[in-house]
Structure formats: C-alpha cells, structure tokens
C-alpha cells in the first residue's frame, strides 16, 4: 500500500542553522501539507500546497519558513534559522484530489531537535 | 478562532471493554469532522469521516457518531484490544478551506490494560 515518507526520521541542530525536511508524498497526490506537533501539545497546521503554489498557510508558518517542491516526487520544508521553539515533530500529509471525502495521508514524521 | 477539544485526557480499559471518547467543536463553517488515531511517535492514520449529513459512521470496531447542531461528536470502540492503545484525535474542517486546513483536537491518550 503506498504511503508517505520522511526523511530523516530525527533531526539534530544547533540554533541558527538552517534545516530541511523531506517528504515523498504518494505518487498521484495533488496536495501537499506540514504540520507540526510540539511535545504534549495538538497537532497544528502550517501550510498547504498545491499546483506548485502555497494555497494556506497558517500564523506559525512565517518568513523563517518555505515549502518546495523541486522535482515530480519531493516535497521540502525549509526552516532557515532555526530557533529552540522550533523543537517539534513534523509531519507532511497528502491527499489525492479537493473533495471533502479525499483523506489526508501522513507520514511518519521527523523528530527536529534544536540545540 | 476555531477550536476542537476532547475529552477525557487520557483514559486506561481493560481489554476487551467498550470506551466512548468525546469532541466538542466550535470550528464554522463546519465542514467535516474526522477521528484519527496516532501510535506513540507515528503521524495520524484516519479511522472516520463525516460530514454534516451524516450521524454516525462505522470502522469494524470504532463508531463514531455526529450531533452537528451541539457540535459534538463521540468515538466508540468496541471490545477493545491492546493494539487500540494510542491516541484518538479529533479534527474539524471548515467549508472554507475545502478540506484543507485542518483543526485538531489535543487527542484522548487510551491505554488498553489486559
């Protein structure tokens, strides 16, 4: 059954370092989706992305963060300086098609750990 | 501000017992509403969906059930096993982003004893 991955599964860094977070969504996804979840709290929603474009972005998702798409299968999170409260598990989701019924599909998620 | 939130916390079952988990919403224009379940260290894996139309909806063992007037929804699961432990998380969507952008619910921490 096809399913979304991540990579790495654990990330370590130093504040003010520059990260990027990697997810190959299912092949014939069209949307593309991060969240995030700090430890104890409730999974949030950072940006969504279709067409090549953002379509919403949540408060959290500032300058500080971008999403690309480089090629026909990744789909990256950038932190650019990253900061303690960036310390999270991060998780990208994807989903076939815009209709209510079209399940988001999450990955396993990467643990980001900043120092 | 839309918001989802759940209760109880968390709760312990013995295996093979019935336990009902509730969510209450205030997210509008409401959309659908979704139950997922998350394993320790894993993303959230859907059990449910509905939408307004709909009152309850089944999942082999997990049933959930919709009051769209209270905004309120429960998740049911029946004779529980030592896999059910996980978190169970609620999450709304509103009409305007289509599926979108989801609300999430803190989630209900279940752990199934033998």
């Known amino acids: 059954e096809p399913e979304v991955t991540q990579t790495p599964s654990h990330q370590v860094t130093q504040m003010g370092q520059e990260v990027i977070l990697r997810c190959v969504p299912i092949?014939?996804?069209?949307?593309f989706y991060w969240y995030r979840q700090i430890l104890g709290q409730k999974v949030e929603f950072l940006v969504s992305?279709?067409?090549?474009?953002?379509?919403?972005k949540s408060e959290i998702f500032d300058d500080q963060f971008s999403v690309e798409r480089p090629d026909g299968s990744n789909f990256t999170l950038k932190i650019r300086s990253t900061k303690l409260e960036d310390s999270a598990m991060y998780f990208c989701?994807?989903?076939?098609?815009?209709?209510?019924?079209?399940?988001?599909?999450f990955g396993p998620g990467t643990r980001l750990t900043v120092l | 501000k839309n918001q989802v939130e759940q209760s109880p916390q968390s709760l312990i079952i013995l295996e093979g017992k019935n336990c009902t988990l509730q969510?209450?919403?205030?997210?509008?224009?409401?959309?659908?509403l979704r139950w997922y379940k998350q394993d320790t260290g894993r993303g959230p894996v859907s059990l449910t969906i509905?939408?307004?139309?709909?009152n309850t909806k089944s999942n082999g063992r997990y049933t959930a059930t919709l009051d769209a007037d209270t905004k309120q929804s429960s998740l049911h699961i029946t004779a529980s096993q030592l896999s059910d432990s996980a978190s169970y998380i609620c999450?709304?969507?509103?009409?305007?982003?289509?599926?979108?952008?989801?609300?999430f619910g803190g989630g209900t921490r279940v752990l199934v004893k033998p």
């Open positions: 999450v709304v969507s509103d009409s305007r982003a289509a599926g979108n952008k989801l609300t």
């Open positions: 509905m939408t307004f139309s709909e």
């Open positions: 992305f279709y067409n090549n474009e953002i379509s919403e």
């Open positions: 969510c209450n919403y205030t997210v509008s224009p409401f959309s659908n």
């Open positions: 989701a994807s989903r076939r098609g815009g209709g209510f019924y079209n399940e988001q599909f």
């Open positions: 092949s014939n996804h069209l949307y």
